[in-house]
């Protein structure tokens, strides 16, 4: 994509414009692939399930996690997009600086598979978590390009260290949520769902943020906000999990 960012740029077509006719190539050439894809049909999702989601303990457990992660998942994809545009000053730069950024989040991931064991997986993640929720917060309150740039060493480090950290509480969520013996199609359905309730809820309060009258910078720090309080509660919320599969 930076690629295409930087060729468009100098070919004079425009930033994206090559990036918009390429992309699209891209994902129909996925299109081949279905025919090796195995034949699966799913159970269909029954009423005792719509049930289940609604009444069980675990379900109920589960879902301050889902809350803070469907929060994450928005204000992440949107409001640091936005930050690095506002502080790197053009699309080319931002683009040059997360290809960067994503090769030393990759090197960590490898250096974190030496050290990480399912005897110290929470404690990385509590550790992480917090440290991240700190740093995130610190570049809504100074908002500068060298708060960024520790935030965004901080988020090459930390980022992998929870997303791999979590990934077992992603799976146990799908456990709480599932009925017993159901098929496991309803239990990612129901997931998915709980999470886009949650992404449209944190959506809702965003844009009344902004149909106040919040704006550009002072805007931007707000959802910086949201995104380090979205991370405490996904952390709150597993650690509630992790306490209710203990009992």
Not at 182 to 198: C, G, H, I, K, Q
Request: charged letters at 10%; a neutral charge.
């Amino acid at each position: 994509a930076t690629t295409l960012l930087v060729l468009s740029a100098g070919l004079g077509f425009g930033t994206y414009t090559l990036l918009f006719l390429v992309i699209p190539v891209i994902y129909m050439l996925g299109f081949f692939q279905f025919s090796h894809i195995r034949s699966y049909r799913p159970e269909r999702v029954v009423w005792r399930d719509i049930v289940h989601f609604f009444s069980d303990r675990r379900n109920m457990s589960a879902q301050p996690y889902l809350a803070g992660s469907g929060a994450f998942h928005f204000l992440d994809t949107l409001v640091p997009p936005l930050v690095a545009l506002a502080l790197l000053g053009s699309a080319v730069n931002v683009g040059v600086y997360s290809s960067l950024l994503a090769v030393f989040s990759a090197g960590c991931v490898l250096a974190l598979a030496m050290v990480r064991t399912e005897q110290n997986r929470v404690p990385i993640l509590v550790g992480a978590s917090v440290l991240l929720v700190a740093f995130t917060a610190f570049v809504g309150i100074d908002f500068s390009i060298t708060a960024f740039v520790l935030y965004s060493i901080a988020l090459g480090v930390l980022n992998p260290i929870i997303s791999v950290s979590a990934h077992v509480i992603d799976l146990q969520t799908m456990e709480s949520i599932g009925r017993e013996r159901s098929d496991f199609y309803a239990t990612m359905l129901l997931r998915d769902f709980s999470l886009w309730v949650w992404r449209v809820v944190i959506a809702l309060i965003f844009l009344a943020i902004t149909a106040v009258g919040v704006e550009g910078q002072d805007l931007l720090s707000v959802g910086l906000y949201l995104t380090a309080g979205a991370l405490l509660l996904r952390l709150i919320g597993a650690m509630v999990l992790v306490r209710s599969t203990v009992k």
